[in-house]
């Protein structure tokens, strides 16, 4: 089982900068494929962005493309987003996802193919 426990959400203005993180439970974070999700009210959730069990590969959404780095760090079983030049569009609730079947190449962001999810960390962005 993985728990994972999101932080650093919070409100801002457009062009700031956030950063969020998701700290996983358990031994086999190294196993783990990692993913940000996002939701508004009434909306699917959609994918951000997602990095490989290895580290060595990551994939963003068009939409945050060049403004949002996802990064992993195995000491701290965490991986973290950066998210720069915010805009009023970004704003939603933001998931951390785990893929337990994380050894593969390339990156999931079908939100189906992911098996654990944090609780979610509300990110508001202000024109």
């Known amino acids: 089982q993985v728990q994972l426990v999101e932080s650093g959400g919070g409100s801002v203005q457009a062009g700031a900068s956030l950063s969020l993180s998701c700290e996983a439970s358990g031994r086999f974070f190294s196993r783990l494929a990692m993913a940000w999700f996002r939701q508004l009210p009434g909306k699917e959730r959609e994918f951000v962005a997602g990095?490989?069990?290895?580290?060595?590969?990551?994939y963003y959404a068009d939409s945050v493309q060049g403004r949002f780095r996802l990064s992993r760090e195995y000491a701290d079983n965490t991986v973290y987003l950066r998210m720069n030049n915010l805009k009023s569009e970004d704003t939603a609730v933001y998931y951390c996802?785990?893929?337990?079947?994380?050894?593969?190449?390339?990156?999931?962001?079908?939100?189906?193919?992911?098996?654990?999810w944090g609780q979610g960390t509300q990110v508001t962005v202000s024109s």
């Open positions: 990095i490989s069990w290895t580290g060595a590969d990551t």
């Open positions: 996802a785990a893929e337990a079947s994380g050894l593969h190449a390339g990156i999931r962001k079908n939100l189906h193919d992911y098996d654990y």
